[in-house]
């Protein structure tokens, strides 16, 4: 029962913070009706969606359309009308990059509308299971946990499974010839690196998911994170850095005993805070997070 009831806490704390930063995942917090659908053309036939939540990729063409990410539920009638702005709207596939409900709250809809929706296995477990399972019709229908290529409008999608870095169902998707990769929210350009251990994810898997980004992209490769500016190669091996720089200065404070209140209180990001552009993820939560990481390797 105390278990339960801590996990509750955490997990209403956490809501708390996303929404007191502006990008909550709880969407009692968003006018829906007040959001406008913004499309950015990114290549010759690939588009970004900015709405309310996690960013939307579009790739189109004559074999219809495959789309990144579902944002929330309210927003689907928009999402689908500026898609069919840019297409003839047969929207064929989506893919989820994580469970957040802000990246998958639409499923549900787009799944009414006969869209195949694919994940990665520990995506659709979590998404069917927990304290509010999704219905049937929201769960993906084709599931992976190896890289996976989807061939349409002469695009050799692939879906790179991330382990455990913001959750553990993470996938980056990479379009090689519209030169764009998805990267979902293991990394985002606004704010300090989020891995929700309470979804699987960790602070080592979610630096190793950055150097794969860097490793994978060239110089003019446009990368669109799960929330902030579009980016390239050399903001994702900054970010990283800075993951490590302070991942490296917390692991010597948990290994002199100090307390996550400590490591909080001792400001070990002072020098970065100015720099991160605000987001969701605050300096605190990420020490937090490397400090129960680091603890529990221990
Ligand atoms: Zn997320």
């Given amino acids: 029962m105390k278990t339960l009831m801590n996990r509750r806490a955490g997990v209403a704390t956490a809501a708390l913070l996303c929404a007191l930063a502006g990008t909550a995942f709880a969407q009692g917090n968003i006018d829906f009706t007040k959001v406008e659908i913004k499309t950015a053309k990114i290549a010759n036939n690939f588009y970004a969606l900015e709405g309310a939540g996690g960013a939307i990729g579009v790739l189109t063409g004559p074999d219809g359309v495959f789309m990144v990410d579902s944002q929330y539920a309210p927003l689907t009638d928009k999402i689908v009308a500026a898609i069919k702005q840019i297409s003839d709207g047969r929207i064929r596939f989506m893919v989820n ?27 659709r477990m979590r998404l069917a299971g927990g304290q509010r399972p999704a219905p049937p019709i929201a769960l993906p229908t084709i599931t992976y946990n190896e890289t996976t290529t989807v061939h349409m409008n002469g695009e050799d999608i692939r879906l790179i499974p991330m382990f ?8 980056l998707v990479y379009f090689p010839n519209a030169n764009v990769l998805m990267t979902g929210d293991f990394y985002r350009s606004v704010g300090y690196p989020f891995p929700d251990r309470n979804n699987g ?16 992209a060239k110089p003019d490769t446009k990368i669109i994170p799960g929330h902030g500016e579009i980016v390239d190669k050399t903001a994702v091996a900054a970010h990283r850095a800075m993951a490590i720089v302070i991942r490296d200065r917390v692991a010597a404070m948990v290994k002199a005993g100090k307390t996550a209140d400590e490591v909080v209180a001792a400001k070990p ?30």
């Fill in 97 to 123: 990059t994580h469970v957040h409900p802000d990246h998958t709250g639409g499923n549900e809809n787009l799944g009414k509308l006969g869209v195949t929706i694919l994940s990665r296995d520990q995506l």
């Fill in 164 to 171: 455990n870095a913001h959750t553990d169902g993470d996938t």
């Fill in 201 to 216: 994810g960790s602070v080592k898997g979610l630096i190793d998911a950055l150097q794969a980004v860097v490793d994978l």
């Fill in 269 to 298: 990001t002072a020098d970065y805070d100015a720099k991160v552009p605000q987001g969701a993820t605050t300096s605190e939560r990420f020490l937090r997070a490397i400090h129960a990481e680091l603890s529990a390797a221990k």
